[in-house]
Nanobody, 115 residues
Framework: QVQLVESGGGFVQPGGSLRLSCAAS????????MGWYRQGPGKERELVAT???????NYKDSVKGRFTISRDNAKDTVYLQMNSLKPEDTAVYYC?????????WGQGTQVTVSS
């Protein structure tokens, strides 16, 4: 059994910052890629950022330069630092990990950007 616990979502004004965390626990043998996805109102879930086991990163074009993904392998945790937030960043954010035995998703955390 693998569990992902997300935290750090909330309400913020445009231009503000939030930091999301996602901690994995349970029967984790090896974590390969860790990532963040989001699903806005009336939209499909989309990739925001990923980070590999050797810390190679990939970002959605619209968040490049504003969001930073990082991971702490000792804690099996992935982070998403979000700066210069815009109303269009409003969504439920989900973390996902790819392991040797399968993919796992977090429960999601709401991020709302509004004045």
């Amino acid at each position: 059994q693998v569990q992902l616990v997300e935290s750090g979502g909330g309400f913020v004004q445009p231009g503000g910052s939030l930091r999301l965390s996602c901690a994995a626990s349970g029967s984790i043998f090896s974590i390969y890629t860790m990532g963040w996805y989001r699903q806005g109102p009336g939209k499909e879930r989309e990739l925001v950022a990923t980070i590999t086991s050797v810390s190679a990163t990939n970002y959605k074009d619209s968040v490049k330069g504003r969001f930073t993904i990082s991971r702490d392998n000792a804690k099996d945790t992935v982070y998403l630092q979000m700066n210069s937030l815009k109303p269009e960043d409003t969504a439920v954010y989900y973390c996902k990990i790819r392991t040797r035995v399968g993919d796992y998703w977090g429960q999601g955390t709401q991020v709302t950007v509004s004045s």
